[in-house]
């Protein structure tokens, strides 16, 4: 399994949509793994971001037109927001959860309950302030 850290409603957002877009080459490999996003508002974010496309880059504003699809509509990555939906995602797993420097919140329980498998990965999306468990790795 891969643990991704991540922020809250930021860069997750361009994170979750580059992820999901990788998984739909079927020749990447990646099909092998599910994909998740771990956050307490998940949902509200995604949803969120699907009725704000206009504010947003005019590559994702010509996409929507052309396609006649939401990019945030994603097809492979599943919104969970509790340990016992993520723990019901077939494993392996890419796992995209929040907090990005694992001091507190999802991240941190997966950390927790991964971190003794050296099969397992951790990615870590942006610099840690000094004292936390993100700086540290």
Known sequence: NVLVCVDTAGRVLE????????WSNKDSGLLAYSLALLNNVSYNVVEFAKSQIEWMSEKLMKMMGEKKANPFQFRHLKLCHSMAEVNKVPSPKVVLATMQDLESGFARELFTAWCSNPKHSV??????DEGTLGADL
């Open 15 to 22: 994170l979750a949509y580059m992820v999901d877009q990788l």
């Open 123 to 128: 990615i870590l999306t942006s610099r840690c």
